[in-house]
């Protein structure tokens, strides 16, 4: 019997429902690509009991066992990764377009110590970020405590950007798609035209793009991302999220669309004299109103994201950005 939903999208290519508990995405799709004697499994879940049993019962249906499985890693995060520690052992290979988790580490304890002050300036009480010392710190409000980085150091095949990977007769060209994480890849295969797209292009849920560092420019990085995978020849997109979908090109030029339409709104808003984080961020038109009555976490997010359209829009010398102790101000370049 099925362990939860699944279906064979090519031969040989199976996509596995992984339950993702209390969370709005519900599931991510974990692909497994059964070759002869090797099963390729490109991402894993939560490090939780439901998502670890999920993918159990799925090699069990299939017959094969964790000494045949090899890893892949679109991304960092961890709905993608955190499973790892439950399963990981000694001796399984993990494949990622990175080095080792000891980056991503760094990367989240390095942001947490930059945007731990300025959200404490901006929300008025203590907070603290996974990764950053306060989120050790009991009196604080913890932030964002599911993106937490592996707890195991398995080492890691780094794949870069043009490395072919094979599995299952397939020939895989791996595509860095950096943006919605620094680590992000796609698999790409020409002769399927086929793409294993992790979350970088879903088929109805737009990517989140933040950034809490005014020298990284994410949002730019995911753009570029887009442009690229508009370049190939795809019939279809296995997300990371959602239902495998076809329109792929129609998708891309509407996430193109999409941020070209908030980029001009926030350059509006600047204009118009909002200079703070909170204040642009307050007044762009998300999908629910009345910001200030937001929970925390949501806050959060929608600051991370808000600073990614502003530094684009400053690397593009459209707005210029002060920083005086804890306390960001943007203004508008285009009278300057």
């Given at each position: 019997?099925?362990?939860?939903?699944?279906?064979?999208?090519?031969?040989?290519?199976?996509?596995?429902?992984?339950?993702?508990?209390?969370?709005?995405?519900?599931?991510?799709?974990?692909?497994?690509?059964?070759?002869?004697?090797?099963?390729?499994?490109?991402?894993?879940?939560?490090?939780?009991?439901?998502?670890?049993?999920?993918?159990?019962?799925?090699?069990?249906?299939?017959?094969?066992?964790?000494?045949?499985?090899?890893?892949?890693?679109?991304?960092?995060?961890?709905?993608?990764?955190?499973?790892?520690?439950?399963?990981?052992?000694?001796?399984?290979?993990?494949?990622a377009n990175m080095h080792s988790f000891q980056e991503v580490?760094?990367?989240?304890?390095?942001?947490?110590?930059?945007?731990?002050?300025v959200l404490e300036h901006i929300v008025g009480e203590k907070?603290?970020?996974?990764?950053?010392?306060?989120?050790?710190?009991?009196?604080?409000?913890?932030?964002?405590?599911?993106?937490?980085?592996?707890k195991k150091r398995p080492n890691f095949h780094f794949l870069?950007?043009?490395?072919?990977?094979?599995?299952?007769?397939?020939?895989?060209?791996?595509?860095?798609?950096?943006?919605?994480?620094?680590?992000?890849?796609?698999?790409?295969?020409?002769?399927?035209?086929?793409?294993?797209?992790?979350?970088?292009?879903?088929?109805?849920?737009?990517?989140?793009?933040?950034?809490?560092?005014?020298?990284?420019?994410?949002?730019?990085?995911?753009?570029?991302?887009?442009?690229?995978?508009?370049?190939?020849?795809?019939?279809?997109?296995?997300?990371?999220?959602?239902?495998?979908?076809?329109?792929?090109?129609?998708?891309?030029?509407?996430?193109?669309?999409?941020?070209?339409?908030?980029?001009?709104?926030?350059?509006?808003?600047?204009?118009?004299?909002?200079?703070?984080?909170?204040?642009?961020?307050?007044?762009?038109?998300?999908?629910?109103?009345?910001?200030?009555?937001?929970?925390?976490?949501?806050?959060?997010?929608?600051?991370?994201?808000?600073?990614?359209?502003?530094?684009?829009?400053?690397?593009?010398?459209?707005?210029?950005?002060?920083?005086?102790?804890?306390?960001?101000?943007?203004?508008?370049?285009?009278?300057?």
């Amino acid at each position: 019997m099925n362990p939860q939903p699944i279906e064979e999208i090519r031969p040989r290519i199976w996509r596995v429902q992984v339950p993702l508990p209390d969370n709005p995405l519900r599931f991510l799709n974990s692909y497994f690509i059964l070759g002869d004697d090797k099963t390729t499994i490109v991402d894993v879940g939560f490090d939780n009991q439901e998502c670890s049993d999920t993918l159990d019962a799925a090699l069990a249906y299939f017959g094969r066992s964790w000494d045949t499985v090899e890893v892949i890693l679109t991304h960092s995060h961890p709905d993608h990764t955190g499973c790892l520690d439950r399963l990981w052992t000694p001796g399984m290979t993990i494949h990622a377009n990175m080095h080792s988790f000891q980056e991503v580490s760094d990367n989240l304890a390095m942001e947490a110590e930059i945007i731990e002050p300025v959200l404490e300036h901006i929300v008025g009480e203590k907070v603290g970020l996974a990764g950053g010392s306060g989120g050790r710190d009991g009196s604080r409000t913890v932030l964002t405590s599911e993106l937490l980085p592996l707890k195991k150091r398995p080492n890691f095949h780094f794949l870069d950007d043009g490395d072919e990977f094979e599995a299952a007769g397939y020939t895989f060209r791996v595509v860095a798609t950096p943006g919605h994480d620094n680590w992000h890849i796609c698999l790409y295969e020409p002769t399927a035209r086929l793409l294993i797209a992790g979350d970088t292009v879903l088929e109805r849920i737009t990517p989140t793009v933040s950034t809490w560092l005014t020298s990284r420019d994410n949002l730019g990085d995911f753009l570029s991302s887009l442009h690229k995978l508009g370049n190939l020849d795809i019939d279809l997109a296995l997300a990371g999220h959602g239902e495998p979908f076809e329109q792929v090109h129609e998708r891309l030029a509407f996430l193109l669309n999409h941020h070209a339409q908030r980029l001009e709104e926030i350059d509006g808003l600047v204009a118009e004299g909002y200079s703070t984080l909170a204040d642009i961020a307050r007044n762009c038109a998300w999908k629910h109103a009345n910001w200030d009555a937001w929970s925390l976490q949501q806050k959060y997010f929608s600051l991370g994201e808000t600073l990614a359209h502003l530094v684009h829009l400053m690397q593009n010398e459209h707005v210029a950005c002060t920083i005086c102790g804890n306390d960001m101000r943007f203004t508008s370049m285009a009278h300057s």
